[in-house]
């Protein structure tokens, strides 16, 4: 069984220019344990990005913040060791979901992971879609990430319906 | 454990040009401690002509000796679309013609490539594993931004660097 039958494999972004505030594709996770984001952050200059990880009752719609772990390669790409992780981190502060400083000093070029439960949306409202956002909150920030979502399905298939809108 | 400690998770290319050059290599993944690999490819503005994808072995980093035969499946559209993510059934390329061409209507989609560590040939110690774009001189233009997931023969929670 190959890797893309036991897990669902999910283009989210392409290149999308975080100068701004901008989103990936949006996940519907009904039938999904969770996700594992896998972005490639591109060359990164002048301020931070921020980065959090949201549900929505709908395909683009971004209302409650959510836990996350994440951890960033140790090298920017074309190193050795870029592809090796550091420990996982947490976003939550004092139990609450904090913004991920993608500090554009120290990543640019790098790999990043994010790992989001099902569990942690807020199901019982139906917020079964999820996405990261990426804001400018520092002002300036510029560069570009590219990522795909890997899911662990809660029902495998061979070839699984998109998760997709 | 999360995926990342069961799988490894490689950055392999930045925005390949395919474009820059005849032949268009990855980086080069060392697969001594690795069962099998997925090439996960997003293109960017392809277009103008068809390029084709290679998949090679060699016994050093930037050696690519042998062609190898591989499995593919395309996604079902364009990101950002639904079925960007449901992918065609698997095919094969063939020890005949082990390339694969990929049309210019396919920007924006999402191509997955899958090698098993055996077809390499390990006889010769070609351990090192690479993807290729290829324009072949047709002037096919766009670019490739690679990630492959690879399952470790040995788990851990920090696997060492495959790469050089």
């Given amino acids: ?165 | 454990m999360n995926l990342a400690q069961e799988k490894k998770i490689v950055w392999l290319a930045e925005d390949i040009d395919i474009n820059s050059a005849g032949t268009n290599p990855s980086d080069g993944i060392n697969m001594s401690k690795y069962h099998d690999c997925l090439f996960v490819v997003h293109y960017i503005d392809v277009g103008v002509k068809a390029h084709y994808v290679r998949v090679q072995s060699g016994a050093a980093e930037a050696a690519y000796s042998s062609n190898i035969p591989f499995k593919y499946a395309m996604g079902g559209a364009a990101l950002s679309a639904a079925n960007a993510d449901v992918y065609a059934t698997w095919a094969s390329t063939t020890v005949a013609a082990p390339e694969l061409s990929v049309a210019d209507s396919y920007d924006n989609y999402t191509l997955l490539v899958y090698i098993e560590a055996s077809q390499m040939d390990v006889a010769n110690q070609e351990e090192w594993l690479n993807i290729s774009f290829d324009d072949d001189g047709n002037g096919a233009t766009g670019q490739a931004v690679v990630m492959a997931i690879l399952s470790p023969r040995y788990p851990s929670g920090s696997i060492a660097t495959c790469l050089a």
């Avoid at chain 1, 949201?54 to 790409?77: I, R």
């Avoid at chain 1, 993608?102 to 199901?123: H, K, Q, R």
């Avoid at chain 1, 917020?127 to 570009?144: R, Y």
Wanted: glycine share 8%; charged share 15%.
């Fill in chain 1, 1 to 165: 069984m190959y890797l893309p039958e036991k897990f669902k494999i999910v283009p989210v972004a392409n290149e999308i220019d975080i100068s701004g505030t901008v989103y990936t594709d949006s996940i519907n996770m009904k039938n999904y344990h969770r996700a594992t984001f896998i972005l490639q952050i591109g060359t990164l200059a002048v301020a931070d990005s921020h980065i959090w990880a949201y549900s929505g009752t709908a395909d683009s719609t971004y209302t409650s913040t959510l836990p996350a772990k994440y951890a960033f390669g140790g090298a920017a790409y074309g190193s050795a060791s870029c592809d090796v992780l550091s420990a996982d981190s947490s976003n939550l502060s004092a139990g609450v979901p904090a913004a991920i400083h993608l500090t554009n000093g120290t990543y640019s070029d790098f790999m990043m992971i994010i790992e989001v439960e099902s569990a942690d949306m807020d199901m019982a409202n139906q917020e079964e879609w999820l996405a990261l956002k990426f804001i400018n909150t520092d002002g300036g920030a510029t560069g570009n990430v590219s990522g795909i979502a890997i899911l662990e399905p809660r029902y495998t298939a061979n070839r699984s319906a998109t998760a997709l809108a």
